[in-house]
């Protein structure tokens, strides 16, 4: 039971251009959400958050959106860099609980 | 800021040893997680402590997991009689707490049993 799904397990893009990670969750009692990247023998590192009173919140070169009626949220990099190549998860939680689910993750690659 | 530490980074172990995990979160930081996570996944929740209490505990912490945070700060995660199924990378986060809880991450121990 995936709660939360990232359905593409990779993606290039070339520098300078704009990177869109999508993710998408079932459960609609989630309310706050996480994006993540991950470098290899490194823990996750905090990206950025939205909870489910917004629809967009930005941080620099980072978006993330939500939409609450189709249960999906994406996240922006623009432009985005060759150190933007990572893995990045989002994950979500819900009222009540502090435990995050996260997805599978996406492998961004970017080109110079 | 010292960031959260793992330790050890790796361990190798024989299967049905015994193996034991520490953590050491941000140092205000009240809440402490423990997840791990496998090839192609992502993290998944194993427990978490508020302080010294243990107040959520995943159905994948079998009984021979235990984790404890005996003062709030440093929490140890044990796994008893270690399977082969059990390699992974066990990943310590920690957080101020309130609603918006903000998860920071370890780098991992990663656990592989021969």
């Known amino acids: 039971d995936q709660q939360v799904k990232q359905n593409s397990p990779s993606l290039s893009v070339q520098e300078g251009r704009i990177s869109i990670l999508n993710c998408d969750y079932t459960?609609?009692?989630?309310?706050?959400f996480l994006w993540y990247k991950k470098y290899p023998a490194e823990g996750p590192t905090f990206l950025i958050s939205i909870s489910s009173i917004k629809d967009k919140n930005e941080d620099g070169r980072f978006t993330v959106f939500l939409n609450k009626s189709a249960k999906h949220l994406s996240l922006h990099i623009v432009p985005s860099q060759p150190g933007d190549s990572a893995v990045y998860f989002c994950?979500?939680?819900?009222?009540?609980?502090?435990?995050?689910?996260f997805g599978t993750g996406t492998r961004l690659k970017v080109l110079a | 800021d010292t960031g959260v530490s793992q330790d050890p980074r790796h361990k190798i172990t024989k299967r049905g040893q015994n193996v034991t995990f520490r953590c050491d979160p941000i140092?205000?930081?009240?809440?402490l997680y423990w997840y791990r996570q496998t090839l192609g996944q992502g993290p998944e929740f194993l427990t978490y402590f508020q302080n010294e209490a243990q107040l959520e505990k995943s159905r994948l912490l079998s009984d021979r997991f235990s984790a404890e945070r005996p003062k709030g700060s440093f929490s140890t995660l044990e796994i008893q009689r270690t399977e082969q199924g059990d390699s992974a990378m066990y990943l310590c986060?920690?957080?101020?707490?309130?609603?918006?809880?903000?998860?920071?991450f370890g780098p991992g121990t990663r656990l592989t049993v021969l």
């Open positions: 140092s205000e930081h009240n809440r």
């Open positions: 994950a979500a939680s819900g009222t009540g609980t502090y435990k995050y689910i």
């Open positions: 986060a920690s957080s101020l707490g309130g609603r918006i809880d903000t998860q920071y």
């Open positions: 459960n609609s009692m989630f309310d706050y």
